[in-house]
């Protein structure tokens, strides 16, 4: 004990005394999450949170994973007594957007939106009834009547964008990720669309480590990025130009002979011949009376023959595929064409792109492309690739070139490469419990081998279909069938009832190699069938009446803005619904916000990541403050309502726009197993009891276990999310690397070809100049001519717009939004640091202050997302001055893999790279 | 006049400032933990982490003197102003939320505090001149001096050095908020409680630290890039930082009071010449810059980082580096690694 004696230092001693400690994390989208926390709580209240820094380390000679935390965490316990937070049903009395509310019962709130819903699905059917798939998984419960009823869940990544669709074009996989203690054995580590020291602040450290651990770090971004300062290197690239950059390395690698031979013919489509006359791959029907579509060919070099590449494995026993060289083939009409191999077509595809050239468009030094080429091709690389890409218009673009960079140098499928980008698995549990016949773990055993024996059902008609196919296939199976609520891409939607049309008709806003505008690109989709009707034609006519959104908030995600959906999506919904523990800019423009319990007033577990591999359990510290429930209870209570409303009115069932019939009684028995796991501590267990029975869960994992550990690691992926896509096995004492399954077991990819796909003989590809990947400007968005382009990125202090209205976070920063403007721009515009500034595109402005700093590129102007509107003068924000607009090639929807696919394939808004004048204000 | 008494031993703190990534974590969970935002405290932050070069917080602090001259005399500067020690923000919560701020009549503002300074005012603006901009991070606390200023200034002999282990504490029932300890402060650590009439600053977290468990700006770091320890255990990473490697150094040592938070110095990435090509010999980040914060050792440390780091990359084995690594996370925490969790209190007396 100390000698430090008196009032004073006791009054010290106390503050830092507990009543309680729970494990705690938090069940929000802050990717990876994971983080396991200790709440304290004192008197009733919780006072702070700490991380526990409790992680055993995975494999010998690589550091642990502690303390994982941040200060968003480590100040979240202030959210739950922030005043945005809402402690009762309320009930909007002004005008949408007054903020006026009364408080009300749960039943009068409920019963209300239970009309409202009972209203739409009589006047136009349930798919006028809207949620969102929001990057709050805490909050998934709350929107059980979806799943209940049937009614369509925007897919959220349209939403969100954080996802990145040039490494699906390639790989067919769903993000494939290292765990991240895996960067710490990264020889080469590039930063590439990324601000890792912003946004992955609990894991950021392996990259340091790396570098300790004699690593290099090069960061290749437009500014001085926070994630420079701790790089070997930092490349300033012009805005938008990386696919010249990453293309041109390829250019070096290739002529310097320096890229891995085998691995390229085994694991890319790049030996595959491709017809010169047509410019599309030979084809088994084109050459065997009967034969597939889909079967595609090498040149053997060592017999000298047309050789079908196997559809069942990667392996080439017994052959040399060619890679380069031309060909002569007899077709089965018996005429003559000549072939070449991708491989041959991209080294012509590359002399665009020799280091001078590409400098030229990049604005790095050619020796600089020379120097980093030869690293890659001689080191164990890792691209840390963030959202920032895909949030590009020719993201995908960018991301094939980053994807074609790896694969001539056999950078995946091994320690210490690959890739980054978001992966969540293992969800099985809870996702799989309405489906149960009884409660009871036994019910669980008969669940999983009755899905085991529909997917064996699946593959019998096709042996080659490897797991990863299967489970893309049931995926599909199931989204049109409608199980789990009908999830839907929402282009469609948005372009016919949000407002969009318009803006994404717009020619100034598109590439000028699209010859058509995105409007009959769209249309040509629809009418080829390529995508379900149920979400692509319905919307035409059909308008949106009701949108419940729970622990999401579109008015200020949204791309595109406040504003337009204010004026245009707004006037035809007769009920808007808030499911939230705060007051968001969209709770002000809601009809009745239901309060949510806090995090740490519920049970959960934080995002079930590949990055970290453990289920972190998020405890119930103290009860829902107020009248708030867990989402669980609520997402219960509505559907309660709706049985209750539906039996009132005389309802008894419906049908949706396929026809089928759902009943609107029965609801609530179903998924509560007759009332067994009604009670949210029963179901967490029985969730976790389930996992393991599924074996996601070690063995005899409970809810009782997880409270003494806090955590327990994953033993497999599930079915739920995307651990398949992992394509490799989770090993005990081994950090996780992506692709074995393909680089070690030579199991194929699922992709049309079957292998890591660079070349795309789609017709929309092929007639906008994008087979291979190649590098376009950004379209001039926002309107041609404005001085700056605007760029973005998560923010440090909030996770989405959550946190960021908390007090203690706001004094971190300068409180308010903010700009970063380079120096000597500022000064030639007259403007001062902290002056207010416009920002101004063809899509809106919005006023904001300004930083100043050398460190932003000429040319550009940096807000980082995730302020509130209402945080904004006249609660205009950055999404009012982005014209969220979107490449036309996400419509493709009939090209092996790339058709919809939840969270993988769709067409989602661009908003880097928007032209914009800033002017002081 | 307080009177400095050696300690026997002494408690020291190491930032590795590769490793910081300024995420304010350390600032957040010392907020939380103690001054909070009680009235009086609301402007205070013991702990603050601020983008260098820059005016840091207090707004130019470097400016207002302190400390001890050439000949070992206290030499008091001024004391900060409020708007100079920034923040202490409330915002309009309920007038936007709850009131007549809808449809974007009112948005979320400042209705107290400083108008023109935070804590992190300036975050990721540093120097130079694009493409060679450059910055970097640094963690500030209480330096728990050898040689408190701040005590001896002290009228009220309210400020002490614990013998145990050299935290330097303030007996807050006998200071009587004279402020010549926020004067004699050359690191201007030290924040006034107008409320209470009293000064308050870091207080080395001492509940937990006589518990054994690590002060929370250490134990929480997520960047794992701090450090915690007694100076004079050889076998701990601060001691090896500090005293072996000799690659942590102080803050303005210049000013006397032999500080006990170290710094290990920022690398930074080679600056590109005038036609892009990259400048491998030529540093980003000023020598001189650095030299002015850490002191003429700073070229010596960063030399030894460089050669320990090179040594890695030819494949060999380095201390050094395995050391700033930290395998084990609680290595970091010196003989405080108690877990907090495990502490039961008795909190009926």
């Known amino acids: 004990m100390s000698t430090t004696k008196g009032s004073w230092a006791d009054a010290y001693r106390k503050k830092w005394t507990w009543d309680r400690v729970t494990w705690g994390s938090h069940s929000v989208d802050c990717y990876p999450g994971g983080c396991p926390w200790q709440v304290y709580t004192r008197d009733g209240k919780i006072v702070r949170e700490e991380q526990s820094g409790s992680l055993p380390p995975v494999e010998a000679g690589i550091p642990d994973m502690n303390p994982m935390g941040c200060q968003k965490g480590a100040s979240w316990s202030h959210c739950h007594y922030s005043p945005d937070r809402v402690t009762q049903p309320m009930k909007r009395v002004g005008e949408r957007g007054d903020g006026k509310f009364v408080p009300v019962s749960w039943d009068e709130a409920t019963d209300a939106i239970a009309d409202a819903m009972l209203d739409a699905i009589a006047e136009q059917g349930p798919e006028s009834i809207l949620t969102l798939l929001t990057p709050e998984p805490g909050a998934a419960p709350a929107r059980l009547f979806a799943q209940a009823l049937g009614t369509p869940t925007t897919d959220g990544n349209a939403e969100f964008q954080d996802f990145s669709p040039g490494f699906h074009v390639t790989w067919g996989l769903f993000n494939p990720v290292s765990s991240m203690d895996d960067w710490f054995l990264a020889e080469l580590t590039l930063i590439w669309h990324a601000n890792p020291v912003y946004t992955n602040i609990h894991w950021y450290h392996y990259l340091a480590e790396s570098r300790y651990n004699g690593g290099e770090i090069v960061t290749i971004a437009p500014d001085y990025s926070p994630s420079a300062i701790h790089a070997d290197y930092h490349m300033p690239i012009r805005i938008g130009t990386d696919a010249a950059l990453a293309l041109a390395m390829c250019k070096v690698i290739i002529d310097g002979e320096l890229y891995q031979k085998q ?131 020719h993201g995908d673009l960018m991301e094939r070139s980053l994807a074609l960079l790896l694969g001539l140098t056999g950078n995946w499928g091994k320690k210490g490469t690959g890739t980054r980008s978001w992966a969540i698995m293992g969800m099985d549990g809870s996702a799989f419990m309405s489906r149960k016949d009884a409660p009871g773990q036994e019910a669980a055993q008969r669940l999983i081998a009755g899905l085991i024996g529909m997917r064996r059902m699946l593959s019998a008609g096709d042996p080659t279909l490897t797991p990863e196919m299967i489970q893309n296939r049931a995926a599909e199976l199931a989204a049109e069938i409608g199980g789990q609520g009908a999830v839907m891409p929402p282009a469609f939607l948005w372009y016919f009832q949000y407002g969009y049309k318009e803006r994404w008709d717009d020619p100034e806003n598109h590439d000028p190699s699209f010859k058509r505008s995105f409007g009959e690109y769209l249309e040509e989709a629809i009418s080829k069938g390529w995508w379900d009707a149920r979400y692509s034609s319905l919307y035409r006519d059909m308008e949106p009446r009701v949108l419940i959104e729970a622990g999401g908030n579109m008015l200020r995600r949204q791309r595109g803005g406040r504003k337009l959906l204010v004026e245009k999506l707004w006037p035809k919904l007769k009920m808007v619904v808030s499911i ?86 029965g609801l609530v028995k179903q998924l509560t197993l007759d009332g067994a796991v009604r009670d949210e501590e029963k179901r967490f267990d029985e969730a976790v009891r389930d996992s393991a029975v599924y074996g996601v869960l070690p063995k005899g994992t409970t809810l009782e276990t997880l409270r003494q550990t806090g955590y327990a690691r994953f033993s497999n992926w599930g079915m739920v999310g995307h651990g398949i896509s992992q394509a490799s096995t989770i090993k005990t004492n081994e950090v996780h690397n992506p692709f074995r399954w393909h680089t070690e077991d030579k199991v194929p990819y699922d992709t049309l070809v079957r292998r890591a796909q660079f070349y795309i003989d789609h017709e929309w590809f092929l007639e906008s100049g994008e087979g291979f990947p190649t590098h376009k400007e950004p379209p001039p968005a926002g309107g041609k001519n404005r001085r700056f382009q605007m760029t973005s990125g998560h923010n440090r202090w909030s996770i989405h717009s959550m946190n960021m209205t908390n007090n203690i976070i706001l004094n971190t920063h300068r409180g308010e939004p903010f700009a970063f403007i380079n120096d000597k721009e500022a000064a030639e515009l007259g403007i001062a640091n902290g002056d207010k500034v416009r920002v101004t595109s063809n899509a809106g402005s919005m006023l904001i202050q300004a930083k100043i700093t050398p460190s932003c590129r000429p040319g550009q102007v940096i807000v980082y997302n995730g302020f509130e509107p209402y945080m904004h003068e006249n609660w205009y924000s950055q999404a009012d001055v982005e014209p969220g607009h979107v490449k036309p090639l996400g419509l493709v929807g009939n090209y092996g893999h790339l058709k919809y696919r939840l969270f993988s394939w769709q067409p989602i808004p661009a908003d880097r790279a928007v032209r914009v004048d800033v002017e002081k204000a | 006049m307080g009177k400095i008494t050696a300690s026997k031993r002494q408690l020291a ?51 207002m003197g302190g400390g001890y001259d050439a000949n070992g005399k206290l030499s008091l500067g001024r004391i900060p102003t409020d708007e100079e020690v920034g923040g202490g923000w409330n915002f309009n919560y309920d007038e936007v939320l709850r009131g007549e701020g809808g449809q974007g009549r009112k948005h979320l503002q400042k209705i107290s505090g400083s108008k023109t300074w935070g804590m992190n005012w300036d975050e990721d603006e540093g120097g130079g001149e694009f493409p060679n901009a450059y910055f970097f991070y640094l963690p500030r606390l209480c330096n728990h001096c050898t040689e408190p200023a701040c005590l001896e200034a002290c009228p ?136 002015s914060l850490f002191g003429p050792a700073v070229h010596g440390a960063l030399d030894v980082l460089k050669s320990e780091l090179d040594r890695k990359r030819r494949g060999q084995d380095s201390e050094l580096m395995d050391t700033l690594i930290l395998y084990r996370w609680k290595d970091a925490l010196g003989h405080l690694t108690r877990d907090p969790a495990d502490i039961v209190w008795d909190r009926s007396k």
């Open chain 1, 263 to 393: 691995f390229v013919q085994e694991q890319t489509d790049l030996p595959l011949l491709v017809r010169k006359d047509t410019g599309r791959f030979l084809r088994g029907s084109e050459v065997f009376p009967g034969d597939r579509v889909d079967q595609f060919f090498w040149w053997d070099a060592l017999s000298g023959t047309l050789t079908p590449a196997p559809r069942h494995t990667l392996a080439t026993t017994g052959v040399d595929p060619a890679l380069d060289g031309s060909y002569e083939v007899l077709l089965a009409d018996g005429t003559k064409v000549e072939v070449e191999p991708a491989f041959a077509r991209l080294r012509r595809h590359l002399d665009d792109y020799t280091p001078e050239k590409a400098s030229k468009i990049c604005e790095v030094h050619p020796d600089n492309i020379r120097a980093l080429a030869r690293k890659v091709a001689s080191r164990k690389t890792k691209l840390f690739v963030g959202w920032n890409s895909g949030k590009y218009y």
């Open chain 1, 580 to 665: 939230d523990y705060r007051i968001t800019t969209t709770g002000l423009y809601s009809d009745y916000i239901l309060p949510a319990a806090q995090h740490y007033e519920k049970l959960g577990n934080s995002m079930p990541s590949v990055h970290h591999l453990n289920f972190v359990l998020c405890d119930r510290a103290t009860p829902p403050a107020g009248e708030a429930l867990a989402d669980w209870d609520i997402g219960v209570k509505l559907v309660e309502a709706i049985e209750r409303r539906a039996a009132a009115r005389g309802m008894k069932e419906f049908k949706d726009c396929k026809g089928t019939v759902r009943p609107l009684h």
């Open chain 2, 13 to 63: 703190w190491v930032f590795d400032l590769n490793k910081c990534i300024g995420c304010q974590t350390c600032s957040v969970a010392c907020k939380v933990l103690w001054p909070g935002e009680d009235p009086g405290t609301e402007a205070q932050w013991w702990m603050t982490v601020n983008t260098q070069p820059g005016k840091g917080t207090p707004r130019g602090w470097e400016e």
């Open chain 2, 156 to 291: 009220n002999d309210a400020i002490f050095k614990r013998e145990e282990d050299g935290l330097v504490l303030r007996d807050e029932e006998k200071c009587r908020g004279a402020q010549m300890c926020r004067r004699a402060c050359p690191y201007k650590k030290i924040y006034f409680n107008r409320m209470r009439n009293v000064s308050q600053h870091c207080i080395g977290c001492f509940p937990r630290v006589e518990q054994g468990v690590a002060p929370a700006c250490v134990r929480q770091c997520p960047g794992r890039a701090a450090f915690i320890g007694f100076l004079d255990d050889s076998s701990t990473a601060v001691g090896k930082l500090v005293n072996q490697w000799k690659v942590a150094l102080p803050l303005h040592p210049e000013k006397g009071t032999h500080p006990n938070v170290y710094y290990v110095p920022p690398l930074s990435p080679a600056p590109l010449r005038e036609d892009g090509s990259f400048d491998e010999a030529a540093p980003r980040i000023p020598p001189a810059y650095l030299e």
